[in-house]
């Protein structure tokens, strides 16, 4: 099977792993993406992976490992231990992929509850610290078996999140390491914009890194936090044909992660978000991964 | 004389152009960037250069022409007209440059007023009519002696304002002009997130485009309308003195224009915004630019 549907457990944030997990099988999922904190709360990685197991699903993803920029050793170190421990949980819920969000500016670290330096705007010093603390997580990700996923953030959160903006800075990032190691993910929402986007998705097939397809539309207005403008697909302005074309003509053939922050979404009852996302997911994005697949004709896309 | 202080409008809206060319000779800034609807005000283009002349400033920029993307001959006709009194404009109160923001999609026509298609999401499709719209305008630029400055803008506009985001992509469109036909400009709130940046910059340099400098900061959280985060130098999380060596670097040597959308910053005294924003520019600004352009020694910054 290609292209099978999983929910990232961010688009239904109120559910515990386990219930997601039911609302995710009957809806007739095959995969889940979940956020780390479920894992924590259900007793951790072993209680979790039978969960999985027990519903019937399989982990595309796990979120998130990342937060690499910081300073000082001491706070280097515990990212390092913290990364240690989520490449462990990827690899006992049977995650192929630690998603990794790399950091943003010590300027800003204190927006996440970080302790940074107000004065410390440096953002090529920030990525060259990504770099190294990348270099020391590889070897750790190999032993385990898993893949750690650089994810380029939409710029709008360079500041924060990630000084990690572009498909194609994270193809130049991951070139130092085998592409078992460290491979990036597509998501629509990040790097729809970007103008080198269907050559960098190509390049990132050639180089067997293209390990995730992570879904959602932009919409606008921003939302008054930032981070809660993810939508459903078809509500905002992504064209979902011409990247999912992209990306299938690639090789990607994994499974199609649908992860949406969006106050309203987030809010509705699972069954209805479920249904809702299939639905769009059947309409606007598989035909179109599958005609670039060569899985069925053109003529089969309304 | 280099890098000269210039206010662009947009930072004291409340201003009409008599009032912010005296507030600017005020300041003992030399040049002014106005909007377009100020020339309006004024009575036309020809008083609005006698204002600039009789304050003793000069116009670094116009502030703007662009909105390229449409589908329809009839709004193609209209935005044609547009930018052709758009590059008159220029001409006649001596501004070297037309800033270009060159449009969003049609799906989100809309937002900004105008007629398009919900369903058109074709990112590609839109840059292609830019770059066909741009065709059709350089021979009026250069027959009035008007450079016209393509902009990229930050990607979180990309689908309402400005399909072009990178500076990468800016100096691709330029290349089947002349350069004095076409050129590119540095905004550091929308660029300053780009890996590419210190690359492309020295690029524009090289290949004689770079004419305009756009400086403010970029704060967060983003505000709730996304255009009104630039921030004041030193206030939000850009590293002016890089991006301000590479730009010095890349040999520009023209004025420096603020500008600066921001609720309370646009809303107190012009007097106290051209006070804060000179000084922030002599001490956070120009002795980068001034020690790469080899005018002073490294010694001189604190």
């Not at 990364?83 to 995650?95: G, L, P, V």
């Not at 969006?262 to 769009?280: K, V």
Request: charged residues 20%; proline residues 4%.
């Amino acid at each position: 099977m290609s292209f099978e549907l999983s929910l990232n457990t961010g688009t239904t944030p109120n559910l515990n792993l386990q219930q997601a997990v039911e609302a995710a099988a009957q809806a007739g999922l095959t995969h889940i993406g979940p956020w780390r904190h479920l894992i924590e709360q259900a007793g951790g990685a072993q209680r979790a992976a039978a969960i999985i197991k027990e519903g019937g699903l399989k982990a595309s993803t796990l979120c998130r490992g990342g937060f690499l920029t910081a300073t000082s050793k001491q706070a280097q170190k515990e990212a390092f231990e913290s990364n240690r421990k989520a490449i462990e949980e990827a690899a006992t819920i049977d995650a192929p992929n630690l998603i990794m969000v790399v950091g943003g500016l010590p300027s800003a670290a204190h927006i996440l509850g970080g302790s940074g330096d107000p004065s410390d705007k440096d953002i090529v010093g920030a990525r060259d610290r990504v770099a190294r603390a990348l270099d020391q997580l590889v070897p750790l990700a190999m032993d385990y078996g898993v893949c750690l996923v650089l994810e380029a953030l939409h710029p709008m959160y360079a500041v924060d999140r990630a000084v990690l903006s572009t498909l194609g800075q994270a193809l130049d990032l991951a070139t130092a390491h085998p592409s078992e190691a460290v491979g990036v993910v597509v998501d629509t929402f990040h790097v729809f914009w970007d103008p080198q986007l269907q050559q960098q998705i190509q390049r990132a097939g050639h180089e067997r890194r293209l390990v995730s397809y992570q879904i959602c539309d932009f919409n606008l207005p921003i939302a008054s936090n930032a981070l809660q403008s993810r939508g459903m697909m078809g509500d905002g302005h992504i064209d979902f044909a011409a990247i999912s074309r992209w990306v299938a003509k690639a090789g990607y053939r994994g499974p199609v992660e649908v992860e949406i922050f969006n106050d309203e979404i987030n809010g509705q009852a699972a069954d209805l978000t479920l249904g809702t996302m299939s639905e769009r997911y059947k309409s606007l994005v598989l035909p179109h991964l599958e005609v670039a697949a060569g899985i069925q004709q053109a003529s089969a896309i309304n």
